[in-house]
């Protein structure tokens, strides 16, 4: 049972008829610049916007967006395949609350779609409680002109929020039903997360899509600047909530051109090697385990700092050994320690080899009293491993000494 349908058993009955009630009056033209639309649930209030094609948000045109057919998007895992993206809804949404839950409304849907000649942005607001029928009436009607629908987190939020608010108002999301669902903000983490500290829309806008804010409001006041509205009808006090949505609209139009682009590079077209090790990583996920150690060959070059340096060289030892290039890998766990002598992970690599590959007890042993002395030095949980390790290679070399000693007594 989906959750719309839990949801409807636990509400009372309710009559069929839905009266039309007048919202309170508040002209908020003059400050929003949109009209009120009427709905078979009464009216609420719209608000649109177009930007040409033509015209830029942070480094990028719409018109670049919406050229491109988003097939490297698969590398993600959200979905394969190109998709048209006249035939995608962005969608975003502003609350009465952050956390979510039967209490949240959705006040302000913004809805960003493509035209063959603009970039759109359709806002449905509900001036007051009563006008939510209205609201969810008019989205649901957008939702079923398209196909997919592209959010920035609304996997987690957006959707599982207006799913609920349809059940407790008894509407059916027949729009959003077979949707194809690509949400940013995970595919963002996946390629940025190494070189962001945040990966949230303001954060990627300053980084990323070279997009600068003013006056904007942040998002924690927009539930109680709504409050406010309600109360006194003040339209000034809706005017930042609603150029805020805007601007996360556009920015997710232009942030999923990026995300497409940054899946076309090929590793001799990288230049960050954050992004090259996040696309070896996504390469390596898609079962591309030779194109993976380009991407890492790249960042290697690429990488600005040891730490990263080490990083990616441990990892592509790793792909090296999962293809049985043992002998490739361990140049690249002798490099690691050379650099990091106290690197347990590419000691115990090292150690693995030479017992298991070489029969090398010695140089095993070796390397693993080293290791085993830096274990203890870091107080690290992988010391009794280290102790085990070393035992279990020198019983096995007192019995090869053993063996070697004892006399042929054969003849």
């Known amino acids: 049972?989906?959750?719309?349908?839990?949801?409807?058993?636990?509400?009372?009955?309710?009559?069929?008829?839905?009266?039309?009630?007048?919202?309170?009056?508040?002209?908020?033209?003059?400050?929003?610049?949109?009209?009120?639309?009427?709905?078979?649930?009464?009216?609420?209030?719209?608000?649109?916007?177009?930007?040409?094609?033509?015209?830029?948000?942070?480094?990028?045109?719409?018109?670049?967006?919406?050229?491109?057919?988003?097939?490297?998007?698969?590398?993600?895992?959200?979905?394969?395949?190109?998709?048209?993206?006249?035939?995608?809804?962005?969608?975003?949404?502003?609350?009465?609350?952050l956390a979510g839950g039967t209490g949240t409304y959705a006040f302000l849907v913004g809805l960003g779609f493509f035209t063959p000649e603009h970039f759109v942005v359709r806002q449905l607001l509900m001036r007051d409680y009563n006008e939510e029928h209205a609201l969810l009436y008019l989205l649901d009607q957008t939702l079923q002109e398209k196909s997919t629908v592209i959010s920035f987190n609304g996997k987690t939020f957006d959707l599982p929020l207006l799913q609920t608010r349809f059940a407790i108002s008894r509407l059916g999301l027949e729009g959003a039903s077979g949707k194809r669902h690509v949400d940013l903000l995970h595919m963002s983490r996946r390629l940025w997360k190494r070189k962001l500290a945040s990966c949230s829309l303001g954060s990627l806008e300053t980084h990323i899509l070279g997009v600068q804010r003013s006056d904007d409001i942040p998002g924690a006041e927009i539930p109680g600047r709504y409050f406010e509205f309600l109360q006194t009808g003040d339209g000034l006090l809706l005017q930042n909530i609603v150029e805020h949505n805007v601007l996360d609209i556009l920015s997710m139009a232009t942030l999923l051109y990026r995300l497409q682009t940054a899946a076309e590079l090929s590793p001799e077209e990288c230049d960050c090697p954050c992004e090259a090790e996040s696309l070896a990583q996504l390469t390596l996920a898609a079962r591309n385990p030779r194109l993976a150690l380009r991407y890492l060959e790249a960042a290697g070059q690429l990488a600005d700092d040891d730490q990263q340096y080490l990083r990616v060289l441990s990892q592509a030892a790793a792909v090296l050994k999962r293809l049985g290039e043992h002998e490739k890998a361990v140049l690249l766990w002798q490099k690691i320690l050379k650099y990091s002598p106290e690197d347990l992970d590419a000691s115990e690599e090292l150690a693995k080899y030479y017992e298991h590959r070489k029969k090398d007890l010695d140089s095993a042993r070796q390397i693993t009293r080293r290791a085993l002395a830096a274990a203890w030095q870091k107080r690290s949980p992988k010391a009794p491993d280290f102790e085990h390790r070393l035992r279990r290679l020198d019983r096995k070399a007192d019995a090869a000494r053993h063996t070697r000693q004892e006399p042929d007594l054969s003849y």
């Not at 049972?1 to 003059?30: F, G, I």
């Not at 050229?67 to 969608?91: I, M, V």
């Open 1 to 97: 049972m989906d959750l719309a349908s839990k949801l409807r058993r636990l509400l009372p009955p309710q009559s069929n008829h839905t009266p039309k009630v007048k919202p309170r009056e508040c002209n908020l033209d003059p400050f929003l610049h949109g009209q009120e639309a009427d709905t078979p649930f009464g009216p609420c209030y719209l608000i649109e916007e177009k930007r040409p094609l033509s015209s830029r948000h942070g480094h990028w045109t719409f018109k670049e967006a919406l050229e491109s057919d988003y097939a490297g998007l698969s590398l993600f895992g959200q979905h394969t395949g190109k998709f048209d993206l006249q035939q995608a809804l962005f969608l975003d949404t502003e609350t009465t609350g």
